[in-house]
């Protein structure tokens, strides 16, 4: 009953930035780590940024500098403020979260279904 909205995705001009947010919604009792990973045309996913429940943050060597992942513990809410893009930072964005249901008694792994960036030369 748990499930990610991603939304921001879009077509920006390289320099530009566009902000990326995941809500997760349903019967949550918990979540733990949330992060954004993407897939660029013929590649292989690879993790972009993550955040623990306690705001402690890993990024990717690629972003570092330019991406700034947070969350809103409230609301269900990680966010991913993407600035300076790249034509290398084009890709399908997705969200991921690691949620407790409240029907369950352990954490489960989900996915939004991704939000295409586009970033132009």
């Known amino acids: 009953q748990v499930q990610l909205v991603e939304s921001g995705g879009g077509l920006v001009q390289a320099g530009g930035s566009l902000r990326l947010s995941c809500a997760a919604s349903?019967?949550?009792?918990?979540?733990?780590?949330m992060g954004w990973y993407r897939q660029a045309p013929g590649l292989q996913r690879e993790l972009v940024a993550t955040?623990?429940?306690?705001?402690?943050?890993n990024y990717a060597d690629s972003v570092k500098g330019r991406f700034t992942i947070s969350r809103d513990n409230a609301e269900n809410t990680v966010y991913l403020q993407m600035n300076s893009l790249k034509p290398e930072d084009t890709a399908v964005y997705y969200c991921?979260?690691?949620?407790?249901?409240?029907?369950?008694?352990?954490?489960?792994?989900?996915w939004g279904k991704g939000t295409l960036v586009t970033v132009s030369s």
């Open positions: 955040i623990t429940s306690g705001g402690t943050t």
């Open positions: 991921y979260a690691e949620v407790r249901p409240r029907s369950y008694s352990r954490a489960m792994d989900y």
């Open positions: 349903g019967t949550i009792f918990s979540i733990n780590d």
